[in-house]
């Protein structure tokens, strides 16, 4: 029966279903990673680290997804002391980053956090005396997630 549909049919059938690449994606990245219990005492020990933010450093860490795709990791930034800058030592497994902003500054993300959340297709996470926001670089609007400070006691 297959020869009447010449030899691109049986190529065609032999090619995996076009679900087969679902199998393969990572998972999902939660909405509320906020308030995973990890990344919430990564945020409280970073915010210690700088004094509340009152030293002028801005400090982090990263969320990426496990090399199995089976979950997602915390690691933390360099401690690079560096004065109201963040570095970002993200790699392809990176989903989200999270920083402090010293007090005195917007804590929302700046228009650098910004640009490195649409580079490396991540969202931005900064937290300061204001509160925590989200950038998101899918839809490239900024959300206060929480405000003031309480949450970080």
Known sequence: ????????????????????????MP?????NLDRQTDVL????????SV??????????????????????????HPNDHMMHHATFPGTDNTVAEFHNHTHGHDPKPSDID????DKHKIDIYTFGEGGLYKYDWRTRKTVLLKGGLEWLK
């Open 1 to 24: 029966m297959a020869s009447q549909f010449g030899p691109l049919f049986g190529l065609l059938m032999s090619l995996p279903p076009a679900t087969a690449h679902l199998q393969q």
């Open 51 to 76: 004094g509340n933010g009152m030293t002028g450093i801005e400090w982090g860490f990263r969320i990426d997804k496990a090399a199995d795709n089976e979950g997602l990791s915390v690691v933390p």
């Open 41 to 48: 005492n990564h945020m409280k020990g970073v915010w210690k």
């Open 27 to 31: 998972p999902p990245i939660p909405e």
């Open 114 to 117: 910004k640009a490195l959340g």
